[in-house]
């Protein structure tokens, strides 16, 4: 599976920014997909993810009422709506994709990464 992370950039606190990866090179309705982050200095963590469905969704708390991730199976898609965005927020951004159940937010659950989008976010 290749994926391919768009829609990073530079926001002010507050704003919002869509995060979208395309996945190509096999079935992509037979994986969970998430979206993890990595601050400069931090380990990645995990901030979202999706079932194959697209019917469940888990994420990590700071990103609960503020992100929405989706997919579309018929695209090959997934996606991260990101409203509220606070500086903190600031990392560059994962697409994953794995095969085992959409609730495990260890790294080691997925088996396919993105090259990863920079999103910043100024105060």
């Known amino acids: 599976v290749q994926l391919v992370e768009s829609g990073g950039g530079l926001v002010q606190a507050g704003g919002s920014l869509r995060l979208s990866c395309a996945a190509s090179?096999?079935?992509?309705?037979?994986?969970?997909m998430g979206w993890f982050r990595q601050a400069p200095g931090l380990e990645r963590e995990f901030v979202a993810a999706i079932s194959r469905s697209g019917y469940s969704t888990f994420y990590e708390d700071s990103a609960k009422d503020r992100f929405t991730i989706s997919r579309d199976n018929a695209k090959n898609t997934v996606a991260l709506q990101m409203n509220s965005l606070k500086p903190e927020d600031t990392a560059v951004y994962y697409c994953?994709?794995?095969?085992?159940?959409?609730?495990?937010?260890?790294?080691?659950?997925?088996?396919?990464w993105g090259q990863g989008t920079q999103v910043t976010v100024s105060s």
């Open positions: 090179g096999s079935i992509f309705s037979l994986y969970v």
């Open positions: 994953a994709a794995g095969r085992g159940g959409f609730a495990d937010t260890r790294e080691q659950a997925y088996d396919y």
